[in-house]
Structure formats: structure tokens, C-alpha cells
């Protein structure tokens, strides 16, 4: 089976001349679907850059980077622009809802963009009532707790049906109890095909991973 997520010596550099410093340096991934792989690493390593990179949001000097079998490197700003509204859903630490939305805006406003998937205005209403937001769902963003913030996030990040799902510390700014239902919607979200690459400082968040991954020196190695 193709990997959902393939990427092979990614080199990132910040900075030019004497300022330049070299984030990744050739570092590799596979992700299959139904996998959640875990990274894990000390605060600077390049965890966020890598995943911005996978997800095509920057792009790398070196390396080869694919996402459902599309070639992210090298696509054009409105083929990547396509890839990740149809392939890859985005979660943040600090979830990035629209703050003049209330939550179920959020969800069904990139189930309508162009390009979103079929039935996705559908599929967004019914994640609300299984993420246990129907009583919420017309609140603003400021209204709403860290954790049902975060899991508005997640129906947006589904609400298109991705094949990817890219998580930069999700857990990050919950409390344990709401820090767990997003481990497990991540979990679900990964046992329901799809792969699932989370970033994280804390060390119980891999727990649900298949694999655990440390960034270090610019590669990933095993932890
Ligand atoms: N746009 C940028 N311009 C210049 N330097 C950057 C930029 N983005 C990140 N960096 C630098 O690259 C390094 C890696 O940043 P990154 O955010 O990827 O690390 P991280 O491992 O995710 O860190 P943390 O765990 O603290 O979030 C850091 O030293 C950071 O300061």
C-alpha cells in the first residue's frame, strides 16, 4: 500500500549568510494510512517547520515530500492550495477558529470552499452531534472552552474527509481531561483510515501513537 505521507531528505534553512541556520537536514518520513505517528523533541528542533512542510504551508530547499500519492514539492501555489482543502486537515495548538464564527460556522465554512468534498455540509453537522457540540454549536470561539475549542477544530479538520491529518501540539494548551478526548478523536480519526502525524512536547500524547519519533539534529530517528 502507498504511503499516505511520503517525504525523503527535507532540508530547511532559516536565515542567509552567517544568520543561516539549517532546521532539517535531510530528514525522512512514511506515514501508511490508519497510522498515527508521533513526533517528539525539544523546543527549536524544527518539529513545527517539518510539519508545515508536509503540509505544504512553506516549502523546502531540498528533498521530496508527496501527500496521497500527490507530489507536494514542486506543485504550484493553487494545485498545493487544492491538495490540502481535498487531502489535509490542519490542528493547532491554539485551534485558529475564526472569531467572528460561532463553532458550527467554522466547520461548515471548509466544508464550502471550493474544492471541499461532497457532502461535507452533511458530514459537518454530524461530527458536531458526535464531538458532543450540538448544545455549543452556535457559540463564538471566545465563548467556548480550550477543550470544545479544539474539538470544533477537529470537525473542521474532517469536515472535507482528508486522507492526512496533521496535529501541531493539540494537546498543548487543554487540561488533561480535554487534552485526552482530543488523543482519542485523534485516535478514531487514525482507526477510520486515515494517517494522522501529531507534534508534541508531552510525553502521554504518544501514547495513542503507532510510532514514536524524536527530531534531533535535523532527522527523525526512533525515540
Ligand atoms: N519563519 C522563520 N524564520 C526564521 N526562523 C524560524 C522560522 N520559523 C522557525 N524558525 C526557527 O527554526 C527553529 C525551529 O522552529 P520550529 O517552530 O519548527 O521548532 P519546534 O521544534 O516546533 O519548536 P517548539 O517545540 O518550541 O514549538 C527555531 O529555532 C525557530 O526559531
Not at 36 to 55: C, D, E, P, Q, Y
Not at 160 to 166: F, I, K, S, V
Not at 183 to 202: F, I, P, Q, S, Y
Request: glycine share 14%; no cysteine.
Amino acid at each position: 500500500m502507498a504511503a499516505v505521507v511520503a517525504a525523503e531528505g527535507v532540508v530547511k534553512t532559516y536565515g542567509e549568510g552567517r544568520a543561516a541556520r539549517r532546521v532539517l537536514d535531510g530528514a525522512s518520513l512514511h506515514v501508511q494510512a490508519g497510522e498515527v505517528v508521533a513526533i517528539l523533541g525539544r523546543s527549536g528542533t524544527g518539529k513545527s517547520t517539518f510539519l508545515h512542510l508536509i503540509g505544504g504551508l512553506d516549502r523546502p530547499e531540498a528533498g521530496v515530500i508527496s501527500v496521497g500519492g500527490e507530489r507536494v514539492t514542486g506543485a504550484s501555489e493553487r494545485a498545493l492550495s487544492r491538495l490540502r482543502r481535498a487531502r489535509i486537515g490542519f490542528i493547532f495548538q491554539f485551534f485558529h477558529l475564526l472569531p467572528e464564527l460561532s463553532g458550527e460556522a467554522n466547520v461548515l465554512l471548509a466544508g464550502r470552499v471550493r474544492g471541499a468534498s461532497a457532502g461535507a455540509g452533511a458530514r459537518g453537522q454530524a461530527l458536531i452531534d458526535q464531538l458532543g457540540l450540538r448544545s455549543v454549536a452556535g457559540s463564538l470561539p471566545q465563548q467556548l472552552s480550550g477543550g470544545e475549542q479544539q474539538r470544533f477544530a477537529i470537525a473542521r479538520a474532517l469536515v472535507n474527509d482528508p486522507a492526512l491529518l496533521l496535529a501541531d501540539e493539540p494537546t498543548g494548551n487543554l487540561d488533561v481531561v480535554a487534552g485526552a478526548e482530543v488523543l482519542r478523536l485523534l485516535r478514531a480519526g487514525a482507526d477510520e483510515g486515515r494517517a494522522v502525524v501529531m507534534v508534541t512536547h508531552e510525553a502521554t500524547a504518544a501514547n495513542i501513537a503507532d510510532r514514536v519519533l524524536t527530531l534531533r539534529d535535523g532527522v527523525l530517528v526512533d525515540a
